[in-house]
């Protein structure tokens, strides 16, 4: 029983800070922060700082209410995926503080639960949602065009100011204290891609089946406009590209 508890403690230790905000994770040596976020109701979509660049797959806008949930601090990690996988993926691999770049949706989901085998949790990918929630702020939004601010270079690495991926949580972080959700990498959520209804909804898990998979926030490939809390990609779900990248939720 002795040694089985010193394995364990080497693989995972979880604690909660002070505030009960934030949960911390340690998975064979490497730490991660999971931010938690209230529940709340919000418009979704192609609100009004949006407007003027707001494409046809924002709209119409419309209510989405969430229950409680949690998100990660940053973008998963060279350093983590490493920890889970036993290998490096990346194309900027020469930094382990920068996001895990190369991976398709189908890669984040061995990982995840490689990931939930090691802790006993249940991680997974944001839904889109979350993940627009999230990155306006959640109930502390203060109607920012980018994520943390209407000036991109603030918050974001993108075309403007970088040739390639950047080391996590160096630029502002948002009104949640959650970094780089404009910019850096592109993140896959959990959703097909499909169009948007005017209809409010709770929970929403997206389209039942599809051809895309949700990406957001931009990267450091493309130009301001690609880092709007509401602009949306997609991609096939087999397609890694050294712009696309993940955040967990839980």
Known sequence: MKRLLLFFSLVLITTVTANAQ????????????MVKVKGGTFTMGATGEQIGDADDGEMPAHKVTLSNYY?????????LWQAVMGYN?????DNNQRPVDHVNWDDCQEFISKLNSLTGEHF?????AEWEFAARGGNKNKGYKYSGHDVPGRVAWFLANIRGT????QKDPNELG???MSGNVWEWCT???GNYSSASQTNPQGPST??????RGGSWLNAADCLRVSKRGGDYPNCGTYSNGFRLAL
Do not use: H, M
């Not at 997974?124 to 889109?128: F, N, S, V, W």
């Open 22 to 33: 934030n949960k911390t994770f340690k998975v064979n040596g490497i730490s991660f922060s």
């Open 71 to 79: 998100i990660g601090q940053t973008e998963v990690t060279q350093a």
């Open 89 to 93: 993926p990346s194309y900027f691999s």
């Open 124 to 128: 997974r990918l944001p839904t889109e």
């Open 166 to 169: 950047s080391v996590v949580g």
């Open 178 to 180: 959650i970094y780089d």
């Open 191 to 193: 959703d097909w891609f």
């Open 210 to 215: 599809g051809t895309y998979r949700v990406v």
